[in-house]
């Protein structure tokens, strides 16, 4: 069975700072795919970022880039630039094949003016 | 990237009533949704898996009998929560999942605050 672990349960940073929020799995599945959800006050689960395991290159989406270190088991969210927006809790999740998406337990990030 | 609706975002239903939670894919189609249910400060439960044309998949612990899931074509599935009780009172979120060759993300709802009195 695959776990995630989200270490941190809470995190805070000023804005404009970097934040990384850290994420380990284990799994013993050679393909699969690696997701950083954000939920804000609203609810709304938003994907933010995706990683396929097969590439090696780090997936980046603007202010948000991740540090994928498969043999590690290691899957990072950096926030750069953080903005007020993006206070929310942040979910790692895992997915291989059909299989179910499993989660983290999250980590809540407050962004401080 | 893809949405998924779910209707209605707020409920509040009688004790003893039956309340419909729908979850459409409004841009892909979804041979697989999956409903949720999250308490506060936690993660997201997994209720059951729906697939299209076939029975849900219910997870350990949970009343099929009680969380009726339909998922009747490629682009919906509903949550019926029958003979409600105040415990059933949560946020339920749906999602759906692309197809493997468009990436296998998967998509999530709105989310429906369900609140039973």
Redesign the interface.
């Known amino acids: 069975a695959q776990t995630v672990t989200q270490s941190q349960p809470e995190m805070s940073v000023q804005e404009a700072e970097t934040v990384t929020l850290s994420c380990t799995y284990d799994t013993s599945e050679n393909n699969y795919y690696l997701f950083w959800y954000k939920q804000p006050p609203s609810r709304q689960m938003i994907l933010v970022i995706r990683q396929e395991a097969y590439k090696q290159q780090n997936a980046t989406e603007n202010r948000f880039s991740v540090n994928f270190q498969k043999a590690a088991k290691s899957f990072s969210l950096k926030i750069s630039d953080s903005q007020l927006g993006d206070t929310a809790m942040y979910f790692c999740a895992f997915i291989s094949g059909y299989s179910t998406l499993t989660f983290g337990k999250g980590t809540m990030l407050l962004v401080s003016p | ?1 893809a949405v998924v609706s779910q209707h209605p975002s707020r409920v509040i239903c009688k004790s003893g009533t039956s309340v419909k939670i729908e979850c459409r894919s409004l841009d892909f189609q979804a041979t ?1 949704m ?1 409903w949720y249910r ?1 308490f506060p400060k ?3 439960m ?1 209720m059951a ?1 729906s697939n299209e044309g076939s029975k849900a998949t219910y997870e350990q612990g949970v009343e099929k009998d009680k969380f009726l899931i339909n998922h009747a074509s490629l682009t919906l599935s509903t949550l019926t929560v029958t003979s409600a009780h105040p415990e059933d009172s949560s ?1 339920y ?1 749906c ?1 759906a999942r692309e197809d ?1 060759s468009s ?9 429906s ?1 369900l609140t039973v009195v």
Not at chain 2, 103 to 111: K, L, R, S, V
């Open positions: 990237g697989t999956f999250q936690q993660s997201l997994l898996t946020f979120i999602s493997e990436g296998n993300t998967i998509y999530f709802g709105e989310g605050w």
